[in-house]
């Protein structure tokens, strides 16, 4: 608008020291710049017949859907609320989607966001949480983190992002398989166990699901085949710290006597925070690795085939991504000690 206001003011100026020569002179010199013929003529006819170069207060077209009383009830209706989408508000406003996408987009500073997923935890558990968190950091920022962690695999996942959705021409000529997934009842799944540290992955304890990690086996098929060999290979010269979860399991009289007896350095029960995965970089490993796994869509009917895909995935994951995320547990378990969980 600025632009075309001082656009016009010159031609009102110049049509002024001109006026004698004629309108085609007029036009001529503001053409050779470049500026549109119908442009040039418009503001020589609204010089001619002397009006204001600015625009009058209150003229032009009026608003009936971005009124102002429509502006603070899409506000209203919107702003920090869930469970309402735009349709829904062109609806009580009897106008279309287009109108309130651009009255929120003109006139308002509201955005449409992402709810994020959070633990669901209790604001007691927070505030411990937090605490917990910054005594580890006073006591262990200068060890080298393990971290231990369980998660489950299906033969197929289609609601990891990028598998839920298709493109398509012509939805009608999409094949069955494509705009479609199926979901079994009971599907099948493949536990998955592995440690990692700065310094890799430890060798996994894959299983078909069903079989529960209880202590004799969390020990046995773990600790003993698979955490003290790691621990061992590469941790020997250095000072760590073994992180488990929470799990029952994990802090079982039997695995911790055995800990105790191989002078594994493992985080107290009492120090350990509940339901606190902002601290634990092996939950974004997982979905590393997931996305690995089911990379372009892929899902299989067996399940040998998926234990051999996660095996050949684990292998695939970059290792300076591993390390980058366990050489940030300091720097996570700092910024909740400070600023409490995000």
Not at 156 to 166: A, C, E, I, Q, R
Request: hydrophobic share 35%.
């Amino acid at each position: 608008m600025a632009k075309d206001r001082t656009l016009k003011l010159r031609v009102y100026q110049f049509y002024a020291d001109n006026i004698d020569k004629g309108k085609k002179f007029v036009a001529k010199h503001f053409l050779d710049e470049g500026v549109p013929k119908a442009t040039v003529y418009r503001h020589i006819k609204s010089a001619e017949q002397n009006k204001p170069v600015g625009r009058k207060i209150g003229s032009g077209r009026k608003p009936h859907i971005a009124t102002k009383p429509n502006i603070r009830k899409v506000k209203k209706w919107m702003d920090h609320k869930d469970g309402i989408s735009g349709r829904s508000v062109a609806r009580r406003l009897n106008c279309s989607h287009t109108w309130v996408q651009m009255i929120l987009k003109k006139y308002t500073h509201i955005r449409f966001y992402k709810k994020t997923k959070k633990p669901d935890r209790s604001e007691y558990h927070t505030k411990i949480g937090r605490i917990k968190c910054g005594k580890i950091y006073k006591q262990y920022k200068d060890v080298h983190f393990i971290l231990d962690d369980e998660s489950y695999f299906t033969l197929s996942n289609n609601k990891l992002s990028g598998n839920d959705s298709f493109y398509s021409s012509d939805i009608s000529k999409t094949p069955y398989d494509v705009k479609n997934w199926k979901c079994a009842k009971y599907e099948q799944k493949v536990l998955v166990w592995v440690a990692i540290s700065r310094f890799g992955v430890s060798d996994p304890f894959i299983v078909r699901s069903g079989f529960s990690i209880n202590q004799s086996v969390y020990l046995n098929q773990c600790i003993k085949k698979r955490l003290i060999p790691f621990i061992q290979k590469y941790h020997r010269r250095h000072k760590y710290l073994f992180w488990p979860d929470l799990a029952t399991s994990h802090y079982a009289h039997t695995v911790t006597k055995y800990l105790d007896n191989q002078k594994v350095s493992y985080l107290p029960k009492l120090l350990n925070p509940a339901n606190m995965p902002e601290v634990r970089p092996v939950e974004d490993f997982w979905a590393i690795l997931k996305r690995e796994v089911y990379k372009n869509g892929w899902s299989t009917k067996s399940i040998p085939n998926l234990i051999a895909r996660i095996r050949s995935s684990l292998k695939k994951i970059d290792q300076t991504l591993v390390q980058r995320l366990m050489e940030g547990v300091v720097k996570r378990l700092d910024t909740v000690r400070r600023h409490g969980v995000p």
